[in-house]
């Protein structure tokens, strides 16, 4: 990932992380996803939601507030 661009959220499924970043979107919080699906077998593979440094906190606090987060925020690569 580019940057200045922080990993807040991760799922085995595409559609955990989309869900994620729609409430981001609703929230006026850009995300990105970066989609990694396994070479062998592409329906297995994890997703991560990316957003700027700057968001991050905030991004996870509104995961967090939505149920999103399990257990914690993830760590920052």
């Known amino acids: 990932m580019a940057e200045g661009w922080?990993?807040?959220?991760?799922?085995?499924?595409?559609?955990q992380v989309q869900i994620a970043e729609d409430v981001l979107k609703q929230?006026?919080?850009?995300?990105?996803?970066?989609?990694?699906?396994?070479?062998v077998l592409p329906f297995i593979g994890s997703?991560?939601?990316?957003?700027s440094e700057e968001d991050a906190a905030t991004a996870r606090?509104?995961?967090a507030e939505n149920d999103l987060l399990g257990g914690g925020p993830e760590e920052d690569e």
Do not use: M, R, V, W
């Open 27 to 39: 929230n006026g919080i850009i995300s990105h996803i970066a989609n990694k699906p396994d070479s």
């Open 6 to 15: 922080i990993k807040i959220f991760s799922a085995t499924e595409l559609y």
């Open 47 to 51: 997703a991560d939601l990316y957003t």
């Open 61 to 63: 606090q509104i995961l």
